[in-house]
């Protein structure tokens, strides 16, 4: 039976937000009363379509490329019954790209959904907002200062993304933050930071420009396991801490009055949000260079297919590891034997969804 103002009154620990789901959702309680959880089964069924397609074609281009292989010879080189020179191929160079395609395609699409769910915008994604140009930023100033190595490109690309998600989030705060502010500052800074790239980028020396260029334009060519290993433990770490936010994630999405009334502490809680999301987006951005547009489209489209109420933070990573693993898998083809940067892929992609997202906006409006 719904739960009417009368029996909430005489059963004080009922708690409101619980009207707030659809009767398919079933309550799936855990030893700690606070982390029960709703399972929405058409979204639990779309996430796991999602992952399982994601796995298919991650597994599917391990067989592609200049050397092509049968399945049976890529099983054989799991199994160690291959020769030296497949296992090498598959083990070394194949399988560390098509891991780290997957998790920071989850990784983003995760970021992109922590974005959304805060500004309650779908045009709230971290590369919208400036945190791919801040992260780019960390690098060349890391060039420039302790040369182009791969330890001072990371740090420079997770001290960029996080110093620019304080900055954005500073100058947006007047008593709190509102999600169109935290857009509009987003794109202003992006916009100075991308303009201060191009005067950083013209200071260096060729080499390291050219190096500099190369990972601005987002790829996998030289991804291994030195660079997959940093992703993989960030996303292990951070994806669970999201997944525990996302009943406040959700409660945020009713506006902050009604949040605060549910008992959501909601400037911590948005505070903890974006150090999330841009701690997400920055460790993807360290291993691969800014790569555009997974996780603006990424929730939008686990979205429509979950039909649930707002963004939601798993359907989203599984639907940004499918939409990176097939872009690398078209970068890596289309052009073969030459490869296309992955970045170059998904903006070309990612241009054509953000023309169709504003125009779909623009005729709902008008």
Known sequence: MRPTATTMARKPNARPQERLWTRRTPLL????PDAAVRVDLRATVV????????AGV?????????????????LA????????????????????RTVIALVAGAALGAAGAVFQSMTRNPLGSPDVIGFNAGAYTGTLIAALTVGGTRFG???????????????????????????????????????????????????????????????????????????????????AVLLPAGVLLQRRMRLLELGDDA?????????RTRLALLFLGVGLTAVV???????????LAAPQLALRLARTGGVRLLPAAAMGALLLVTGDLLARTLT?????????????????????????????TS
């Open 77 to 96: 080189a799991f199994t160690g019954d291959a020769d030296s020179g497949t296992e090498r191929v598959v083990l070394e160079w194949r399988l560390p």
């Open 285 to 295: 951005t360290a291993a691969a260079g800014p790569i555009a547009f997974v996780a």
């Open 153 to 235: 490109a990371t740090a420079g690309a997770l001290i960029g993304g996080l110093a620019t998600g304080v900055l954005v989030y500073l100058l947006a705060f007047r008593g709190g933050v509102q999600g169109q502010r935290l857009i509009v500052v987003g794109v202003g800074v992006g916009a100075l930071l991308t303009s201060l790239n191009g005067y950083l980028l013209i200071n260096l020396r060729l080499e390291e420009a050219i190096a500099a260029a190369t990972w601005g334009a987002g790829s996998f060519a030289d991804a291994g396991w030195s660079e997959a290993r940093p992703v993989l433990v960030a996303t």
């Open 336 to 364: 073969a034997p030459a490869q296309l940067p992955v970045g170059v892929v998904t903006v070309s992609l990612g241009g054509c969804y953000l023309v169709w997202l504003l125009s779909s906006r623009s005729r709902r």
């Open 58 to 74: 991650g597994a599917w281009s391990l067989t592609v490329g200049e050397l092509a292989l049968s399945p049976g010879e890529v």
């Open 259 to 267: 949040a605060r009334a549910l008992g959501v502490p909601v400037e």
């Open 47 to 54: 996430t796991v379509l999602l992952a399982a397609l994601a």
């Open 29 to 32: 309680r855990l030893p700690w």
